[in-house]
């Protein structure tokens, strides 16, 4: 295997430990080797934290690797940025340590660095090689890139059908679909995204709690579409034991504008967005705004047809369990709302990407 891939590799395995804890920031790993030796590694920690490459050095540093940085390559899966953020820039922590070379998997598409880390390095004479295992890279942070490219968050669509493809009953109420092993599966999906999404319906009719109940992780931010003001307090997505948004035409208040200040407000606030077609889309910028970079969207049919309208979606994840109905709310693909999209089944579940 070629060493640069092999090496590469490394960084996109220590950028994903950074998962669940660095959004909005992308996942970022760093690998420091001299002479076919690693002798430093770090990887981005926290939203807020150093970056992956201070870390690297400074393990290379507490190895007592400092004077070796000047002959050594760093692997780095994002561009080093060089805008004074949270942290200072890292590329010129890299010019200060003198580094020979900088292999980078993607460039990082922010507005405050795209490019001028890669030719702050360039002009300080060090030499930088771009795109080893670009696509690993971009799958990995694909809602960091899609986030910064898109101007709002990436959106996963989940539902559950029966066995005769019915999303339940016309009636609405809960309706047990899934089986265990899909159950934790979808608990470990939300502790993946930034927030979790369901409208006035399902809100009402199924008394979701949305939180992490089978998986060990971080709950998401729960948002309802409820335009009226219409859903009662007593409901469980009002519990206050994580942050809800509540999305809908009447009232603004502020919301939480980092991911720490949703930890520390677990209450209700209100997002407005103006009635129109562009509702979803009005929505999703402002939850951008307040650092949401990612939506798991469980329901209902209504929801998830009006995502798909919209064209605001980058994923589906869909289950089908054993219950026969006979009759009842049919799916997007039943309706032809779903088109133009990629199938690929596995593990019970079948994923869509659009195309
Ligand atoms: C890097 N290495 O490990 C990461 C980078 O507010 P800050 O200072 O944390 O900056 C966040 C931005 O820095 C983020 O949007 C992305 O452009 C870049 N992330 N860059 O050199 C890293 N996590
Ligand atoms: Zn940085």
């Given at each position: 295997?070629?060493?640069?891939?092999?090496?590469?590799?490394?960084?996109?395995?220590?950028a994903?430990?950074?998962?669940?804890?660095?959004?909005?920031?992308p996942m970022v790993g760093?690998?420091?080797?001299?002479?076919?030796?690693?002798?430093?590694?770090?990887?981005h920690?926290?939203?807020?934290?150093?970056?992956a490459?201070?870390?690297?050095?400074?393990?290379?540093?507490?190895?007592?690797?400092?004077?070796?940085?000047?002959?050594?390559?760093?692997?780095v899966t994002l561009e080093p940025c060089?805008?004074?953020?949270?942290?200072?820039?890292?590329?010129?922590?890299?010019?200060?340590?003198?580094?020979?070379?900088?292999?980078i998997c993607n460039n990082d598409?922010?507005?405050?660095v795209?490019?001028?880390?890669?030719?702050?390095?360039?002009?300080?004479?060090?030499?930088?090689?771009?795109?080893?295992?670009?696509?690993?890279g971009?799958?990995?942070n694909?809602?960091f890139?899609?986030?910064?490219?898109?101007?709002?968050?990436?959106?996963?669509?989940?539902?559950?059908?029966?066995?005769?493809?019915?999303?339940?009953?016309?009636?609405?109420?809960?309706?047990?679909?899934?089986?265990?092993?899909?159950?934790?599966?979808?608990?470990?999906?939300?502790?993946?995204?930034?927030?979790?999404?369901?409208?006035?319906?399902?809100?009402?009719?199924?008394?979701?709690?949305?939180?992490?109940?089978?998986?060990?992780?971080?709950?998401?931010?729960?948002?309802?579409?409820?335009?009226?003001?219409?859903?009662?307090?007593?409901?469980?997505?009002?519990?206050?034991?994580?942050?809800?948004?509540?999305?809908?035409?009447?009232?603004?208040?502020?919301?939480?504008?980092?991911?720490?200040?949703?930890?520390?407000?677990?209450?209700?606030?209100?997002?407005?967005?103006?009635?129109?077609?562009?509702?979803?889309?009005?929505?999703?910028?402002?939850?951008?705004?307040?650092?949401?970079?990612?939506?798991?969207?469980?329901?209902?049919?209504?929801?998830?047809?009006?995502?798909?309208?919209?064209?605001?979606?980058?994923?589906?994840?869909?289950?089908?369990?054993?219950?026969?109905?006979?009759?009842?709310?049919?799916?997007?693909?039943?309706?032809?709302?779903?088109?133009?999209?990629?199938?690929?089944?596995?593990?019970?579940?079948?994923?869509?990407?659009?195309?």
């Open positions: 295997m070629d060493a640069d891939i092999q090496w590469m590799r490394r960084a996109l395995q220590l994903g430990n950074g998962r669940g804890s660095v959004s909005p920031n760093c690998v420091i080797v001299h002479e076919g030796e690693i002798i430093g590694e770090g990887w920690r926290q939203y807020g934290g150093p970056h490459e201070v870390w690297a050095v400074k393990d290379a540093e507490l190895k007592g690797n400092a004077h070796l940085l000047p002959a050594s390559t760093a692997y060089s805008h004074m953020g949270k942290t200072p820039p890292c590329a010129d922590l890299i010019i200060s340590k003198r580094l020979k070379k900088v292999v598409p922010n507005p405050l795209s490019g001028r880390g890669i030719s702050r390095m360039l002009d300080a004479g060090i030499e930088v090689e771009i795109g080893v295992l670009a696509a690993e971009l799958a990995l694909k809602r890139f899609t986030s910064m490219e898109q101007k709002r968050p990436y959106v996963i669509l989940k539902w559950a059908e029966t066995a005769d493809g019915f999303l339940g009953p016309e009636t609405g109420g809960p309706l047990r679909i899934s089986g265990t092993l899909s159950n934790m599966r979808v608990h470990q999906w939300r502790t993946e995204e930034d927030a979790i999404l369901v409208g006035y319906k399902t809100a009402l009719m199924d008394n979701p709690r949305l939180n992490v109940r089978n998986w060990e992780g971080r709950d998401p931010v729960r948002v309802v579409l409820d335009r009226h003001l219409q859903l009662p307090q007593t409901l469980n997505l009002f519990s206050k034991i994580q942050p809800t948004i509540v999305v809908n035409y009447l009232q603004e208040s502020s919301l939480p504008d980092s991911p720490e200040r949703y930890s520390s407000s677990l209450n209700i606030s209100y997002l407005k967005v103006n009635p129109g077609a562009d509702e979803i889309g009005q929505m999703l910028t402002s939850l951008l705004a307040r650092k949401i970079q990612s939506i798991f969207v469980e329901g209902g049919a209504a929801v998830i047809n009006a995502f798909l309208q919209a064209g605001l979606w980058d994923e589906i994840r869909r289950c089908q369990g054993p219950p026969v109905i006979g009759n009842g709310v049919k799916t997007p693909v039943a309706t032809g709302i779903l088109t133009s999209s990629e199938k690929v089944e596995k593990d019970l579940w079948t994923y869509y990407s659009r195309i």
